[in-house]
């Protein structure tokens, strides 16, 4: 079970006594002298702090250590004051426990320091707030200014609490402080009026004398200087490293943070001035005639000045001084004070005036710091009660000290020794008895309201008949005399008969914490604590309120002749209420050990301590402790804290909570020494124990407070993204609508134009066909109209004048007209069509008439000259047509010939007998004969040969004798070639291959070179089994002589012979034939 611990990490010794081994007086001395040599003045016992007096400031107090140990597991730290302040108040808090801190030791062992470190670390660890850190404020005010007023320098002790001090601390459900109340216990007053050797008076008077300012002293009548006083010590009234000054100062301050009131303060002085003046009234001696001595006031400046500043009439306290009244049935008797009683009755007074003061103050301090709401508060006691003391001669406060020592002896016996140990046999817990001494013997001895000391010295006090402090020791010795811690010379157990130790006057009481020799002088004084009711008169009477207030008593009307209840009972009252107080709230021990007696810091006095450790029980609780349980817990509320820790207890167990808490235990493998199971309680050996089973729960709850946290974050976040998404949504809806309304807007309005525009296409559309229709309906009104108008028009047109006109004027036109045709058939020209004559047009606007008569006549007398035609001559103009369409504007023979009819047969073959040979040997009818000239490739000259031309050949004939020179028919024939000019010449061009053109092209030359073509064309044309003959009008040409081609080149030359054609050889290839110009 591996622990980690900071308690038991770098311990020097061990921090917890508990842990001692071996453990014996020596090694618990040694322990601790270990460990205040390195500074560690804490130690544990178990729950109990130990703390040993430094005597120097050491650095664990600073707000880094509070911040350390703020909500840390007791155990957990170096044992330290702030740990036990932390578990008070957090048990207080979060577990609704009153706490109380007791702090218990010796003077000087650092008790009210340790009351201090534990209000300043609650004070720094609970809440904050403008509110909460006033009361705060004013609850950590009230020290200083206590101090002040109730603490002084002793032998042992430089600022010694000379009051018992028990302060409630109460806070609200949350652990904020909402107020407090102080009770004091027995302010030791006669240091007022007298101080032990080396000792001082409360530290006000120097302070007030040190720190005030000239004005204040001189308002209180005040001198600087200590000496002038006479309650004040002089031998030691500088002490060390105190600064009454500057403390002066800070108690003004923490009186005006506290609350009270200026004037208030300045009653406070006043009072604090009127004791010093009080000190310095002196009486003498006066005889009286009687034989009796009187008192006198030796020198009554003081006096004098006391009153003034009280308010009190001079004379009064004068007499108060001098006199005591004794009022006993219904008699008032007054006996003069002689110079002792003059002097008991002043000091009397001081002591009275200062310890009321006192009270008033905490009474007034009470006022201020009281919790303002009236709910239930929760309360952390701290009592710091003055420690133990033994001196050389102890007196009356002494005793009564010691007394409240062992009161808290037997409570701390109680709760932890006998409590525990009772518990443990009440839990049925295995236990063997540890011895241990219980002091309430002493007690007993003390308190018994029979036979104790207290009840005895009260029954002295108010026994009649002459009553001394040796009555009171004889009654002890008799009363007390068998008691097993009561000693005494005289007592009948002749035991300290020779016990010179032990003075005659004197009796001792074996305390818990040692033997104690108390003198009896003054116990009975100072338990009656007598003020003359004089001067508690002349007090009431004076004219300052807080006098009046102080003096109750004093005031004539309420006159109670009761004797107030004595000192020591009205301390034993107070005890017991503080002890039962006690008891009902949770205790937390801080047992305070002085390491020396020279208040020197590093000095371990070995003796010194061994003698506390022994008194204090210290070794008693450490065995209790280790024989016992560290800790102890009822099963519910242990069940309850560690039930996470298994999982079968978290987070419900249904059975019952110890056999939750064994299931817990098993399941944690907590070993079975570690624990016992009581009755009602679990108890655990070791701290260690519940330390594992503390850090088991803190790492538990963090990871609780992660499950918790990760499942808030996690709600946190699908709350987030549900309200983000349903946000969303909503948005989206909004947006969806928004774009839906725009979309639905525009394919509105898109809508609204797409129907206007159809609409009003439509209407267009109606209107164009309303128009339509209308104009239809308008036309055939119009037309009918029209219609009837000519209907009507015509009808009656005859019988309108205005018809007239028109009628002559066409009348006219008809005469004109016909004048105008008359005219023409008598002016006809005649019916040749080439007649170009045609009377003039007698007018203009006759004028197309006119031409298009001429154009009609025209084509009439051409249809009627050609209807005279007959075929032959139709045939003859047809072949001139052709000729013309072939050389007409291409060759400029052309023009010549047209002029000339085209006769076929100019040779009259087959009339002339001549050529009747040649006639007969045709086949076809001669189409064309005429004479032609055939050129002479070698020279260019011609040769004259009849030309024949049939349907299906052309035929060359020799003139003369008519014999056949060549016949070509017509299908071998592939062109003629002519040229541009006004010659005769062309060729006939041979289809090669034919037989026909062996002998190669024809070149001839003829007068009617444009009838032969037009014919051989006409042939062609008409020829089904021909090719068209292709006529080639150019002035340069190929003929095929034979084998040869020859060029035919014709140029135009001057005319030389005549206006004759030469054609010339020019080489084997040209012949050149020259052409005259024609004009
Ligand atoms: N924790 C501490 N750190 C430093 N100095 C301390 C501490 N505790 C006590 N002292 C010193 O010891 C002196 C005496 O302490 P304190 O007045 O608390 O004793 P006490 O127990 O109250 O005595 P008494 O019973 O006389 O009132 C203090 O004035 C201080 O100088
Ligand atoms: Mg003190």
């Known amino acids: 079970m591996e622990v980690k611990t900071s308690l038991l990490d770098n311990m020097i010794g061990v921090g917890d006594m508990v842990l001692l081994e071996p453990l014996s007086e020596d090694s618990f001395l040694e322990n601790l002298k270990n460990r205040f040599d390195h500074n560690e003045i804490y130690t544990y016992i178990g729950s109990v702090v130990i703390s040993m007096n430094p005597y120097r400031s050491l650095p664990i107090y600073t707000p880094d250590k509070v911040e350390e140990y703020r909500n840390r597991n007791f155990y957990e730290l170096s044992p330290h004051i702030y740990a036990l302040a932390d578990e008070a108040y957090r048990s207080l808090r979060d577990q609704d426990k009153d706490q109380c801190i007791l702090i218990t030791g010796e003077s000087g062992a650092g008790k009210t320091e340790a009351s201090k470190l534990v209000m300043s670390y609650v004070a720094a660890v609970c809440g904050k707030g403008q509110e909460v850190n006033k009361v705060k404020e004013q609850l950590l005010q009230s020290n200083p200014v206590l101090e002040a007023f109730g603490n002084a320098k002793t032998v042992r002790n430089d600022n010694s609490s000379r009051f018992g001090k028990y302060m409630d601390i109460e806070f609200d459900f949350k652990g904020d402080p909402l107020g407090g109340v102080i009770s004091n216990y027995l302010l030791e007053k006669s240091r007022v009026v007298k101080q032990p050797r080396g000792e001082r008076n409360f530290h006000i008077f120097y302070q007030l004398l040190s720190g005030a300012s000239d004005d204040t002293l001189k308002k209180l009548k005040l001198h600087r200087d200590f000496s002038k006083y006479n309650y004040l010590s002089l031998d030691s009234a500088v002490v060390n490293g105190l600064d009454d000054a500057a403390n002066f100062r800070t108690v003004r301050n923490a009186m005006q943070i506290v609350g009270f009131m200026e004037d208030e303060v300045q009653s406070v002085l006043e009072l604090v001035a009127a004791v010093l003046k009080l000190g310095n009234i002196e009486f003498k001696p006066e005889s009286r005639c009687n034989g009796t001595d009187e008192s006198r006031i030796k020198d009554k400046n003081d006096l004098k000045e006391m009153c003034e500043l009280l308010g009190i009439e001079q004379s009064v306290l004068e007499r108060a001084f001098s006199y005591r009244t ?63 003391e033994i001196f050389e001669d102890n007196s009356f406060e002494q005793f009564i000290i010691n007394y409240c020592n062992e009161k808290l002896q037997q409570i701390f016996i109680e709760l932890t020794l006998r409590e525990e140990q009772e518990e443990y046999v009440r839990e049925g817990i295995e236990w063997t008895n540890i011895e241990y001494f219980n002091n309430a013997i002493i007690c007993d001895l003390i308190e018994n309201n029979q036979n104790g000391i207290l009840a005895m010295l009260d029954e002295e006090c108010l026994r009649p008949g002459t009553v001394t402090d040796e009555t009171f020791l004889d009654k002890l010795n008799t009363v007390c005399a068998e008691h097993q811690h009561f000693e005494s010379r005289l007592s009948k157990n002749s035991k300290f008969l020779t016990d010179h130790s032990l003075p005659h006057s004197c009796f001792r009481i074996q305390h818990y914490a040692g033997k104690v020799l108390y003198r009896v002088e003054g116990f009975v004084d100072k338990n009656n604590d007598l003020l003359y009711r004089d001067l508690s008169q002349a007090m009431y009477k004076a004219n300052h309120s807080l006098i009046k207030q102080l003096f109750p008593e004093g005031n004539p009307a309420k006159v109670n002749l009761k004797r107030p209840p004595t000192a020591g009972f009205q301390f034993r009252a107070s005890v017991g209420t503080l002890m039962r107080n ?72 249904r059975g019952p909570a110890r056999e939750g808490v064994e299931v817990l235990m098993a399941d944690l493998q907590v070993p079975a020494e570690e624990f016992s199971y009581g009755r009602s309680k679990i108890f655990i050996r070791n701290p260690r124990t519940l330390f594992f089973l503390e850090e088991r729960r803190r790492q538990c709850l963090q990871d609780l407070a992660t499950l918790i946290q990760k ?107 016909q004048k105008y045709f008359l005219g023409l058939k008598s002016t006809m020209p005649s019916m040749s069509p080439i007649d170009k004559n045609w009377p003039a047009r007698p007018y203009l606007f006759l004028d197309g008439v006119h031409t298009e008569l001429r154009r009609i006549f025209h084509l009439w007398r051409c249809k009627k000259y050609r209807s005279q035609f007959t075929e032959e001559k139709k045939a003859v103009y047809e072949e001139k047509l052709e000729a013309s369409e072939i050389f007409k504007d291409k060759k400029a023979l052309y023009p010549s010939s047209v002029s000339q009819p085209f006769k076929g047969d100019y040779l009259e073959i087959s009339k002339n007998p001549k050529y009747q040979k040649l006639s007969s040997a045709m086949d076809e009818k001669v189409l064309l004969a005429d004479v032609v000239n055939k050129i002479n490739r070698a020279n260019g000259k011609g040769t004259a040969r009849i030309f024949l031309l049939t349907k299906k050949s052309v035929v060359l004939a020799d003139q003369k004798t008519g014999q056949v020179k060549a016949s070509v028919p017509l299908p071998d024939l592939t062109s003629v070639s002519v040229s541009t000019q006004s010659d005769g010449f062309f060729a006939l061009k041979l289809k090669e291959g034919s037989a026909s053109a062996v002998k190669g092209d024809f070149l001839l030359s003829s007068e009617h070179l444009i009838e032969i073509i037009t014919k051989l064309h006409r042939i062609g044309a008409t020829a089904a089994d021909r090719e068209q003959l292709n006529i080639d009008i150019s002035d340069e040409f190929l003929v095929q002589f034979k084998q040869d081609k020859v060029c035919v080149k014709f140029i135009q030359g001057a005319p030389k012979n005549g206006n004759s054609v030469s054609c010339k050889r020019k080489n084997n290839r040209l012949l050149e034939v020259s052409v005259p110009t024609t004009a």
């Open 711 to 817: 499942i808030y974050r996690g709600w946190k976040c699908r709350s987030q993204f549900l309200l983000l998404k349903k946000s969303q949504i909503v948005v989206a809806a909004w947006y969806r609508r928004y774009a839906q309304q725009k979309k639905y807007q525009r394919i509105k309005s898109a809508t609204t134009v797409v129907q206007s525009y159809t609409r009003g296409w439509q209407a267009r559309k109606l209107l164009r066909d309303l128009k339509y229709q209308k104009r239809c309906e308008e036309a055939a009104t119009t037309i009918a109209a029209y219609w009837h108008g000519t209907q009507v028009r015509r009808e009656y047109r005859k019988f309108f004048r205005a018809n007239a006109g028109k009628k002559i004027y066409d009348f006219t036109i008809q005469r004109i007209m």
């Open 326 to 388: 004794v009022e006993a049935k219904m008699e008032k008797v007054s006996t003069t004070l002689n110079v002792a009683q003059a002097y008991y009755a002043r000091d009397a007074l001081a002591k009275n005036l200062y310890s009321r003061l006192f009270s008033w103050l905490v009474t007034r301090i009470n006022e201020s710091i009281k919790a303002q709401a009236k709910t239930r508060h929760k309360v952390m006691g701290v009592l710091d009660i003055y420690g133990f």
């Open 582 to 653: 006690l008891q009902t709230k949770n205790p937390n021990y801080i047992r305070c050990i002085k390491p020396n007696d020279k208040k020197a810091s590093h000095i371990f006095t070995e003796s010194l301590v061994r003698h506390q450790v022994r008194y204090l029980g210290l070794m008693e609780n450490v065995r209790v402790r280790r024989a016992g349980y560290a800790f102890r817990q009822a099963y519910e509320p242990c069940l309850e804290r560690y039930k996470m820790l298994c999982k079968r207890t978290w987070p419900h167990w």
